[in-house]
T-cell receptor, first 113, second 116 residues
Framework: DADVTQTPRNRITKTGKRIMLECSQT?????MYWYRQDPGLGLRLIYY???????NKGEISDGYSVSRQAQAKFSLSLESAIPNQTALYFC????????????FGDGTRLSIL | AQTVTQSQPEMSVQEAETVTLSCTYD???????LFWYKQPPSRQMILVIR??????QNATENRFSVNFQKAAKSFSLKISDSQLGDAAMYFC?????????????FGTGTRLTIIP
């Protein structure tokens, strides 16, 4: 089983719908992150959480919200989806040791029509 | 704010040859970490190599090595003996060194094509 699991893998939905992307991890890491990837823009940070009680905005948080339900679970919501939120979304985890990399899920490809 | 620049949107190399992907970054910090991630068509993000800024020695992982020039703020990735499986997007990433700043800043990526 994957250490970082994202569901769904792909999703097509309509403008105005509420969408939730889920992420769970078995690595025991405290840190969890949500990124979006757009062609030509790389990965940009949406939200991050250092523990269950700590949620922080990233560089592009407008239009998104998150919930850290447990150490192992971190979900991303789009309250009212719009077409320019069409992207590939990644969840990642890390521990607090600086030289350790982030571990990524396989991504959720979200298309908003 | 830290920025990471990958100036080569696309690169290609003949199989078995060597290729170097460029990355520069801007920071006022002295303690930080740099990473190269690979994203094949399967879209997974796979760590290729990492470098601690306080280490002068360049990191190596099998056919992958870096040329870390701290004063120039440059962090290039060299792939030797290129293989078809190396075809992917490659992202350079930066993170600050102090505790509580583990989030990554990514470059825009370089798409590497391997020519058989």
């Amino acid at each position: 089983d994957a250490d970082v699991t994202q569901t769904p893998r792909n999703r097509i939905t309509k403008t105005g719908k509420r969408i939730m992307l889920e992420c769970s991890q078995t690595k025991g890491h405290d840190r969890m992150y949500w990124y979006r990837q757009d062609p030509g823009l790389g990965l940009r940070l949406i939200y991050y959480s250092f523990d269950v009680k700590d949620i922080n905005k990233g560089e592009i948080s407008d239009g998104y919200s998150v919930s850290r339900q447990a150490q192992a679970k971190f979900s991303l919501s789009l309250e009212s989806a719009i077409p320019n939120q069409t992207a590939l979304y990644f969840c990642a985890t890390s521990d607090d040791r600086g030289n350790q990399p982030q571990h990524f899920g396989d991504g959720t490809r979200l298309s908003i029509l | 704010a830290q920025t990471v620049t990958q100036s080569q949107p696309e690169m290609s190399v003949q199989e078995a040859e060597t290729v170097t992907l460029s990355c520069t970054y801007d920071t006022s910090e002295s303690d930080y970490y740099l990473f190269w991630y690979k994203q094949p068509p399967s879209r997974q993000m796979i760590l290729v190599i990492r470098q601690e800024a306080y280490k002068q020695q360049n990191a190596t992982e099998n056919r992958f090595s870096v040329n870390f020039q701290k004063a120039a703020k440059s962090f290039s990735l060299k792939i030797s003996d290129s293989q078809l499986g190396d075809a992917a997007m490659y992202f350079c990433a930066y993170r600050r060194g102090n505790f509580g700043n583990e989030k990554l800043t990514f470059g825009t990526g370089t798409r590497l094509t391997i020519i058989p």
